[in-house]
């Protein structure tokens, strides 16, 4: 008898919320098939529980086309396989000649929130001492830019939940903003629980999302907005609170400055004008506004929480309607105290921690800022180089995408973990500037839509093949662990960087062990924002064993080892002068609004069985037999209107392309306004519709709405007739 295979307790490898998962290796059904069995596992965040993602992921560690081995662009157009030492060598060369001809400038990199720490911290630090080069960005900043843009400038820190999400579990009140948690993070749902008991649910969102109807039979309130209008929604919200004498006068006194600024700039905003704008009614606002305030702790309440999500971030005021829900969490006396609070919903899977360790245009490891002499100075003794010789700030995702074999922009690109031809903006017009460049290369584990456009594709390792950690949406740093070997000629990034390092002569040498890398980042990150110098492998294993991890910042300290900071802002903000600072902002409106050619709202997101790009989820067959098709959601009278039947393929038209995708008649939407989850490809990308126009401050796209114009996509000539019949096809499947 075999010894019963011990379960590795590691995490999902999808979103922010890291669920506690256990792998047992198992003897695959069918040859290639499955090697490991799936487990929930008790973490505070998700207690057992996973959602359809997480129970079937397992399912990506044997996709039938993983890369397996490096492969490299013949004189044939065509990807042929390839040695990695070939491969490297390619590339190498291929850099070297660039940074010869072009500057080292002319090599750029796009890295991923998906990336474990030790990758992240590699990859920044590579970029910055190995290729010299400013321009390293990444997802990113699709994704968490503006809250953090938001959250830095008021707490003079970005912790994106800067308090364990188990709290919300005894609020009175949870304002959710652009959030469809219920499907993009089902296990959290349980924390909301309280809140709907309490009839304190309040969802802000154009769509009544799966999220909103858990605001239903009397648990909460849903608010509807015109797209991109959530401004005006917290503008009208925030002169409810001050004219109603609502505001803890007290803690904005004393724990807040520029208040009076702010009770300026709402003064004009009563609810009826708010209304106005954004189509909520002036009833709903101030119902809304007298519920928060009920449920903080000045009027006895049992504590609220104001939390944000993509749906009000990725837009052009972004960072101005972050800033908003900010005042308006900072007038109710939230942040800070026990309870209560301000939170974004960070997305990715590691999408904290790889907005803390450098691959972000202007940051250096410890969320430290690429422009602050004190943090170059310590950041380059830990790295052993001149501080000279780190370059300054690059250029951030969107515009680097765009500057690709432009005169003076990159002639090379690196992506780590990012599929940036679906999950771009204007996507479109990436493609076009992706076959501008000499050289593409792509690391992935498969064969995304972005490495079949490479010159160089280099298979590594993924979540289960590999040791690391992360770091959840409330800061909590994690063990990711190895439960089975990578098939084929799998390497990890690491071992990339650092062969890469080597073959370029740089004279740097990168770690590739995974536990000697946290230990040099956590020396980087030491008197930083986000400091981890207190924590290391072994104590997060510690952690792990009672089902746990450690919240930053950690500082390692004389004495007693520091125990993680779980509650942040308890006793003061980390800004000069330990006070939240309000900003006042003001609303625009969207940057492509709709006209009489693109007379409806587009908006954008996702559905629970698929994951961003669907690079890994349409390569899980339960979760593709579930969600198998683009489509957009559309309200009967507008599908009435455009002569749509339900189910019929309507071709979407804006500024920058068209799409298509089969009609899903849904009341739970505005008539005004369609929606189109990114998760495919193809004729059915919705991003070949989005606009690329980006948020001022945080340089976030403005993914969540646009204009647009439908109409059924009737095939009249072969091409569509084919395109039309591949779609049905698809359906059928
Ligand atoms: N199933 C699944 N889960 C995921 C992911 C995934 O791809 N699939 N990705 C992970 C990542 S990286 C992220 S960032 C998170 C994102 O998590 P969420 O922010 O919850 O996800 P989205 O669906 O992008 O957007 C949320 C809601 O915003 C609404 N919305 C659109 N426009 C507007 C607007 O103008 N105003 C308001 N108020 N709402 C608007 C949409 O209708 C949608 O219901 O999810 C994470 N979890
Ligand atoms: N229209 C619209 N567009 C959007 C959004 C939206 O709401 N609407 N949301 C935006 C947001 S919030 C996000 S986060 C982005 C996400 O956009 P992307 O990050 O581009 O999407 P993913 O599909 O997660 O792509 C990750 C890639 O990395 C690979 N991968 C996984 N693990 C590893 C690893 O360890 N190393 C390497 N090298 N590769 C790995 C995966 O196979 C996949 O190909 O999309 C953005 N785009
Ligand atoms: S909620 Fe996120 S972390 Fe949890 S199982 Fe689903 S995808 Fe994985
Ligand atoms: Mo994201």
Not at 215 to 227: R, T
Request: aromatic share 4%; glycine share 12%; net charge negative.
């Amino acid at each position: 008898m075999s010894p019963t295979p011990t379960p590795v307790q590691t995490h999902c490898p999808y979103c922010a919320l890291q669920c506690g998962m256990s792998l047992t290796a198992a003897r695959p059904a069918v040859p290639g098939g499955v090697p490991v069995v799936v487990g929930g596992r008790e973490f505070p965040t998700n207690r057992g529980g996973l959602c359809q993602k997480g129970w079937t992921s397992a399912g990506v560690l044997a996709a039938p086309d993983r890369l397996t081995t490096p492969l490299l662009r013949g004189a044939d157009g065509e990807l042929r396989t390839a040695s990695w030492d070939e491969a490297l060598s390619v590339v190498a060369r291929g850099l070297a000649r660039i940074a010869v001809e072009s500057g080292p400038e002319a090599v750029a990199v796009f890295g991923g929130g998906g990336l474990t720490n030790e990758k992240a911290y590699t990859l920044g630090k590579f970029a910055r001492t190995v290729l010299r080069t400013p321009n390293i960005d990444y997802n990113g900043r699709f994704c968490m830019a503006s809250a953090a843009a938001g959250m830095n400038r008021a707490f003079g820190v970005d912790r994106g939940l800067p308090f364990p999400l188990t709290d919300l579990g005894g609020a009175q009140a949870v304002l959710l903003l652009g959030s469809n948690l219920a499907e993009t993070m089902p296990p959290s749902v349980r924390h909301l629980a309280g809140a709907r008991a309490a009839g304190g649910l309040v969802v802000v969102d154009p769509r009544r999302s799966t999220t909103a109807q858990l605001a239903d039979g009397g648990q909460g309130v849903h608010l509807a907005p015109v797209p991109g209008t959530d401004l005006a929604v917290l503008l009208g919200l925030l002169h409810v609170v001050l004219a109603e004498g609502l505001a803890d006068t007290e803690y904005l006194e004393t724990r807040t400055t520029g208040a009076e600024a702010v009770r300026r700039s709402v003064a004009a905003w009563w609810p009826e004008r708010a209304a106005a704008v954004c189509g909520v009614p002036a009833d709903d606002l101030r119902r809304t506004a007298r519920l928060l305030a009920a449920a903080s702790g000045r009027h006895g309440g049992a504590g609220a929480y104001i939390l944000t999500g993509r749906g009000v971030e990725q837009s052009t005021q972004g960072t101005a309607t972050v800033t908003a829900a900010i005042n308006l969490a900072l007038a109710l006396g939230l942040p800070g105290r026990p309870g209560s609070g301000f939170g974004a919903v960070t997305g990715q899977g590691n999408g904290q921690g790889g907005r803390e360790h450098g691959q972000k245009a202007d940051q250096l490891p410890g969320y430290r800022m690429i422009t602050d002499p004190s943090a170059r100075a310590h950041v380059a003794a830990v790295w052993g180089v001149e501080e000279e010789t780190i370059p300054g700030p690059g250029l951030p995702a969107v515009a680097l995408l765009d500057a690709l074999g432009r005169d003076g922009g990159p002639r090379a690109l690196l992506v780590h973990g990012s599929n940036v031809v679906v999950s771009a903006p204007n996507a479109d017009r990436v493609v076009e500037r992706l076959r501008a460049l000499d050289l593409l290369v792509v690391c992935d584990v498969v064969p995304s839509e972005t490495a079949r456009m490479a010159d160089v594709v280099l298979p590594v390792t993924q979540w289960a093949e590999e040791e690391g950690t992360m770091t959840s949406l409330e800061g909590r740093v994690i063990r990711r662990r190895r439960a089975v070997d990578a098939p084929g000629e799998v390497r990890s990034e690491l071992w990339v960087w650092a062969e890469l390092a080597r073959r370029l002569g740089s004279g740097v040498e990168l770690a590739t062990d995974p536990e000697q890398v946290f230990d040099e980042l956590a020396r980087a990150s030491a008197g930083g924002p986000a400091d981890y110098s207190g924590l290391s492998h072994g104590r997060l294993d510690a952690a792990e064993s009672r089902g746990d991890g450690l919240y930053w910042p950690c500082p390692d300290g004389e004495g007693a080892p520091h125990p993680g900071t779980p509650r942040m802002f308890l006793d003061g903000f980390p800004t000069p002068d330990g006070r939240a600072r309000m900003t006042a902002v003001d609303h625009g409106g969207p940057s492509d609004d709709v006209r009489e050619d693109a007379p409806t709202y587009l908006v954008t997101g996702r559905v629970l069985q698929h994951y961003q790009t669907g690079a890994q989820t349409h390569r899980v067959p339960e979760l593709e037999d579930a969600q198998p098709e683009p489509f957009v959601e559309v309200h009967p009278l507008l599908a009435l209107r455009v002569g749509l039947e339900d189910g019929e393929t309507v071709r979407l038209t804006t500024s920058r392309g068209t799409a298509l995708a089969r009609a899903r008649w849904t009341t739970d939407i505005r008539p005004d306004t369609v929606f189109m989850p990114f998760h495919w490809a193809g004729e059915g990308s919705v991003n070949r519709l989005t606009t690329d126009a980006v948020d001022p401050t945080s340089k976030m796209p403005e993914f969540k709405v646009c204009a647009v114009r439908l109409e059924p996509a009737v095939p009249t000539s072969p091409v569509d007739a084919e395109t039309s019949a591949a779609l049905t096809a698809n359906g059928a499947r």
